[in-house]
């Protein structure tokens, strides 16, 4: 089944524990990206990556991490969470022959509270 | 910035009621998506608009894309409980390989 896979899905930290989110898609797609989900905020990119070796800023990138060693696989690093990091993190991949739409096909989420 | 504005945030109907909900900008967008979010879950996708003036039917589902490109709707016939759902529009930014998202309308649809 083609599927994006996130892990943990529910996870409860304290501040400056660092942790990490995995992320893994099964489709062989090029382009994986992070996104969090706040109430009244909408989705909004944390980061993303055209391929392997290659990542990018998004919107809200400040205290995260990514890297993309495989072309499957793209973790969420968070070095010192904080209070304001707790929120529904998704990541997402897309294939780029669907050239300029980059249609987004999500994983289930996890849900992050920092204490 | 490229915004897009969702309304109505939330809408709530009875089954077999027909609802449309918008997506505007006023920036112009290469193409629009639409996604549906059912609670504990990833956003799904629906459909993709691309041309202006499209119009692309999923069964009790339309969307149509603004003939400017700027703005697209989805309209629902005969609204069903298992609509029920967050509706999000995205678009990819001219800076690139980005995508925006407008917050959503949360559907609800009573039995």
């Known amino acids: 089944e083609a599927q994006v896979t996130q892990n943990p899905r529910y996870l409860i930290t304290v501040t400056g524990k660092k942790l990490t989110v995995t992320c893994s898609q099964n489709m062989n797609h090029e382009y994986m990206s992070w996104y969090r989900q706040d109430p009244g905020l909408g989705l909004r990119q944390i980061y993303y990556s055209m391929n392997v070796e290659v990542t990018d800023k998004g919107d809200v990138p400040e205290g995260y991490k990514v890297s993309r060693k495989e072309k499957r696989n793209f973790p969420l690093i968070l070095e010192s969470p904080s209070p304001n990091q707790t929120s529904l993190y998704f990541c997402?991949?897309?294939?780029?022959?669907?050239?300029?739409?980059?249609?987004?096909?999500f994983g289930p989420g996890t849900r992050l509270t920092v204490t | 910035t490229q915004l897009l504005e969702q309304s109505p945030q939330f809408l709530s109907i009875q089954e077999g009621e027909n609802l449309t909900v918008y997506c505007n900008s006023s920036?112009?967008?290469?193409?629009l998506q639409w996604y549906r979010q059912e609670p504990g879950e990833g956003p799904v996708l629906l459909v993709t608009v691309v041309t202006g003036g499209e119009v692309k039917k999923l069964k009790r589902l339309t969307f149509q894309f603004g003939d400017a490109r700027k703005d697209s709707s989805l309209h629902i016939t005969a609204a069903q409980p298992g609509d029920t759902g967050l509706y999000l529009c995205a678009g990819p930014k001219t800076s690139g390989s980005r995508l925006t998202f407008g917050e959503g309308t949360q559907l609800t649809v009573n039995p």
């Open positions: 920036s112009v967008f290469s193409s």
């Open positions: 997402a991949s897309s294939p780029l022959w669907s050239g300029v739409t980059y249609e987004q096909y």
